[in-house]
């Protein structure tokens, strides 16, 4: 017999939808409120909570929306990281559904109460402090890997404390 733990034993779960929307070689990035419920302050990708009855896509295509007012159809917008981070200093672990879309055309955004929203330049991503557990897997998405992360980890005040898993799936 195992002594190990189902993921809804260990912590409060929360899921949730994100996306890298990139165009033009400029990423869409949203800076967080400092006065934000959830990592405050840092730099993320537009996403949010799936709300019950909803599936991860359709949570992420209408999280951006709501964040940015850009609108993506799910024809453009890929699975490519399912991350498992549990967050011991919150108690907490996200089960984060991680997409990508490639717009072919430019389209403007917009902030809201949830933090500015911004294009960002590729090549100035990494000049952002971008919240670490995106960050671990985004300098991938944005070097164009291909198939699909899938990682579980242990984090700490927004720092990587132990990597339990880390796999990528072919195309």
Known sequence: MSDKKAIHEVADLKVA???CVVCDGKVLLQKRSPSAKNFP????LPGGHVDFGEDALTAAIREVEEETSIR?????TRLRVQAINFHKDRNQTWLVF??????NEMQSCRSTYEGEVEWIE????ND??????IKYYLDWLLEGGKGTMFMAGEWEN?????????????D
Not at 72 to 76: A, D, G, H, V
Not at 128 to 133: A, R, S, W, Y
Not at 158 to 169: D, G, H, K, M, T
């Open 17 to 19: 939808a994100e996306v």
């Open 41 to 44: 302050g840092f730099w993320t």
């Open 72 to 76: 993506l159809t799910p024809s453009e």
């Open 98 to 103: 991680g997409f990508y879309s490639q717009l």
């Open 122 to 125: 590729i090549a100035k991503v």
């Open 128 to 133: 952002l402090e971008i919240f670490p557990p």
């Open 158 to 170: 927004s720092q990587l404390v132990q990597l339990f898993s880390r796999n990528i799936s072919a």
